[in-house]
């Protein structure tokens, strides 16, 4: 297990990162849905006109050797934050946390979105 965070490339737009983050979201939503806030349709929606593509390198992506496995992301712009987590990797969530509150926050404010009952 190599795990490691990065930032999504600075690609406004269908890079690979967006189409490999959409492949991620059906993955761990096909046998159940995890993340009910955050599918891969509102993934794809998100990258429309509202959305502000000036700080599309501050989403953190988290990789197990080059598998997506967890992503934290804003839907709007900075200072909101989304966390889709592959179960298996339930560990990631306090680096996902620590990532998002130094990559995402804005004016030090980070609204948090998880799914009911997801407190761990």
């Given amino acids: ?6 930032r999504y490339n600075d690609k406004a737009g269908y890079s690979d990162d967006f189409h490999r983050i959409c492949d991620f979201l059906i993955r761990i939503n096909q046998a159940g849905v995890i993340t009910p806030h955050f599918l891969w349709a509102r993934w794809a929606w998100q990258f429309g006109p509202y959305m502000s593509m000036e ?6 992506i988290a990789e197990d050797n080059g598998k997506i496995v967890g992503l934290v992301t804003y839907e709007y712009d900075l200072g ?3 966390f889709c987590i592959d179960h298996d990797y339930n560990f990631l969530k306090p680096h996902l946390m ?3 509150i130094q990559n995402l ?3 030090g404010k ?3 979105a998880l799914p009911d009952g997801d407190l761990g």
């Fill in 105 to 107: 926050s804005f004016e």
């Fill in 80 to 82: 909101e934050a989304y």
């Fill in 55 to 60: 700080h599309v390198s501050s989403i953190g």
């Fill in 98 to 100: 620590d990532y998002a």
């Fill in 1 to 6: 297990m190599l795990i490691k965070i990065r």
């Fill in 110 to 112: 980070l609204r948090i």
